[in-house]
């Protein structure tokens, strides 16, 4: 079977910090990337950061350029995301999605989310006093 599943979502301050994790399984993430993608209340899905092992590219968004990083647990098979000197503009379902090896990471990021088939089921961020 394969699987995403995210975790690590929760309440923080402004100006504080998350890690979020994607557990892989079944997707090879030395082949597949591992985008982040985030969902505000009435607003569309949009990505965040894309990640690929195959070509050891990374994008981010100008949104959270310089605030949030991704690695991988190789051991774990799990990617994370750092989040750092959080808004409340970040306050969103954040999701993360494997990705085949067809587009750059950053077309992977601004692709229609429609086109990208497998995701996780999410993990709420809420940014608030």
């Known amino acids: 079977q394969s699987q995403l599943v995210e975790s690590g979502g929760g309440l923080v301050q402004p100006g504080g910090s998350l890690r979020l994790s994607c557990a892989v399984s079944?997707?090879?993430?030395?082949?597949?990337?591992i985008g982040w993608f985030r969902q505000a209340p009435g607003e569309g899905r949009t990505g965040v950061s894309c990640f690929s092992s195959s070509s050891g590219s990374t994008y981010y968004a100008d949104s959270v350029k310089g605030r949030f990083t991704v690695s991988r647990d190789n051991a774990k098979n799990v990617v994370y995301l750092q989040m750092r000197s959080l808004t409340p503009e970040d306050t969103a379902v954040y999701y993360c999605?494997?990705?085949?090896?067809?587009?750059?990471?950053?077309?992977?990021?601004?692709?229609?989310?429609?086109?990208?088939?497998?995701w996780g089921q999410g993990t709420q961020v809420t940014v608030s006093m």
């Open positions: 079944g997707f090879d993430l030395d082949y597949y990337a």
């Open positions: 999605a494997a990705i085949p090896p067809v587009a750059s990471v950053q077309r992977m990021c601004e692709m229609d989310p429609l086109a990208i088939g497998s």
